[in-house]
């Protein structure tokens, strides 16, 4: 499915990436804005699976973990969410976590939330487009894709000694860009046409 917003904010069937510094003062509306048109296109019955990649144990690559475990403490009512600080979805477990996911619902939505590295005048930016994240790319892990379409932070600059660069990248910054990016998730789901209150789904790993 492709979704393209128009510059009067209609919808045909292909979707315009975005991209967004996370300071712009109207960053969290258009984020939003832009996250509620792609579910609202989505069918009554399809369920919109967040699974939010990454670890506390780096940074930078934290991004993911901070924004599913924001969007846990909005209660937002039968949640479909995968990846929290305390239950993280990372490197280890993805694999499993995407094969749980197609078990237990039957043809999902998925947004694949992660953090990225890219150019120096990019750090800051929140970033949506039409497709699977490929997590793991910047520090070569070999990852399955994952996600319908993705949402992704550029927290650091990317090109060198990634690894490193992931484990020095700003707390403030992550933080900063997880909650916006949370609370855009929310207002969206709760918002949107689409989404159709069943079981809480919450994977959880011994």
Known sequence: MKFQFGSNGSVDNRLAPLK????????????????????????????????CVG?????????????????????????????????????LNLTETVETIHK??????IVA??????????VGSIQVAEGPLK???????????????????IVNVGGFMEYFVLQNTRLSLVMSMATIIGDALHSALRRSQAYVPSATAVLKFD
């Open 104 to 109: 237990q619902f039957q043809n999902p939505f």
């Open 113 to 122: 939330v992660d953090a990225c590295l890219g150019q120096v005048s990019s």
């Open 20 to 51: 967004i510094q996370h300071t712009d003062a109207d960053t969290p509306y258009l984020l939003s804005k832009h996250l509620q048109a792609i579910f609202s296109k989505l069918p009554n019955y399809q369920p919109i699976v967040v699974i």
């Open 135 to 153: 997590p793991g790319a910047g520090v070569n892990k070999d990852l399955p894709p994952v996600g319908d379409i993705h949402v992704t932070g």
């Open 55 to 91: 670890t506390d144990r780096s940074t930078g690559d934290s991004l993911g973990p901070l924004v599913g475990t924001h969007l846990n403490r909005t209660n937002l009512r039968n949640l479909h969410l995968f990846g929290t600080l305390d239950q993280p979805v990372h490197a």
